[in-house]
């Protein structure tokens, strides 16, 4: 099954982890590209996950968690 994609009859502990792409976070998070990775630079921002030898993508859930302990009065 494709890690994007999430199948609603599977159980939410059961569920695929769902990874997300530079553009995702960015629109997510309204941080610009450059501002994300000096983030995880300096370990104030979750690391990526390595896809391919060129790719790699952002745990939904850690964008998700950090977004929330960043501004939590709107989550």
Do not use: C, Q
Not at 24 to 36: E, N
Not at 43 to 71: C, I, M, Q
Request: zero cysteines.
């Amino acid at each position: 099954m494709d890690k994007r994609f999430v199948d609603p009859s599977v159980p939410a502990n059961d569920a695929p982890e769902l990874l997300l792409r530079i553009a995702t976070v960015v629109r997510v998070t309204g941080l610009g590209r450059s501002t994300i990775y000096r983030l995880v630079a300096h370990k104030e921002f979750p690391s990526p996950v390595r896809l391919t030898k060129k790719a790699v993508g952002w745990r939904r859930v850690d964008v998700e968690r950090w977004t929330n302990v960043r501004d939590p009065v709107t989550h």
